[in-house]
């Protein structure tokens, strides 16, 4: 099977703007978990999808969003940047909610607020 | 919401020694407890991990230990070469609440 994967790998933007990243879960899985991740702050909890319901959200302001589409494929969009969004954006996928099984990674967003 | 501490942050060991990470949580429903382990440039993984129902756990160099009443649980990495390299983060869940909550995260330096 192929494994998480997460588009774009790299990306650069202004303060003020927006982004949308793409993660694709492994086939068959319905849970879609984005975790921000910075260097000393760990993996910090942004959102579970399942089903393409939300089903929790973690502590970030309201610019913070996301999708999931009936294949499974999610999308978390960011709106009016700021330099402290930079950060490495995870995405990880597993069969049933992320609270009962191993949880797969994609290789991650970088993204670059400047 | 749940609340998990790692310690200690960072940790140095001599190649062969072992080492020791320890966790805090503190919602009493959670009953899942994954460690990952994440090389330099990698996604994390999953290296072991333990349900409330066992107590100890044990993959060859590697064992996670979880006291329920006490609301910790510790991974043990024995002999530990450099590929053990890496940063660690312990996490915990309650199942009813679609939320995977991971510690800092420990960075483990084996010297040679």
């Known amino acids: 099977k192929a494994g998480v994967t997460q588009t774009p790998r790299y990306l650069i933007k202004t303060r003020g703007q927006q982004v949308t990243l793409s993660c694709s879960p492994i086939?068959?899985?319905?849970?879609v978990s984005w975790y921000q991740q910075t260097p000393g702050q760990g993996l910090q909890f942004l959102f579970e999808y399942f089903s393409e319901t939300q089903r929790n959200k973690g502590n970030f302001p309201g610019r913070f969003s996301g999708r999931q589409f009936s294949n499974s494929r999610s999308e978390m969009n960011v709106s009016t940047l700021e330099l402290g969004d930079s950060a490495l954006y995870l995405c990880?996928?597993?069969?049933?909610?992320?609270?009962?099984?191993?949880?797969?990674f994609g290789p991650g967003t970088r993204l670059t607020v400047l | 919401g749940e609340n998990v501490e790692q310690h200690p942050s960072t940790l140095s060991v001599q190649e062969g020694d072992s080492a020791v990470i320890k966790c805090t949580y503190s919602d009493s429903a959670s009953n899942y407890f994954p460690w990952y382990k994440q090389e330099l440039g990698k996604r994390p993984q999953l290296i072991i991990d333990?349900?409330?129902?066992?107590g100890e756990k044990k993959d060859q160099r590697i064992a996670v230990t979880l006291n329920k009443t006490a609301k910790h649980f510790s991974l043990h990495i024995t002999e530990t070469q450099p590929e053990d390299s890496a940063v660690y983060f312990c996490?915990?869940?309650?199942?009813?609440?679609?939320?995977?909550?991971f510690g800092a995260g420990t960075t483990v330096t084996v010297r040679a």
């Open positions: 990880a996928s597993s069969p049933f909610p992320s609270s009962y099984n191993e949880q797969f």
């Open positions: 996490a915990a869940a309650d199942p009813n609440d679609y939320k995977l909550s």
């Open positions: 086939s068959g899985h319905r849970s």
């Open positions: 333990i349900r409330s129902n066992v």
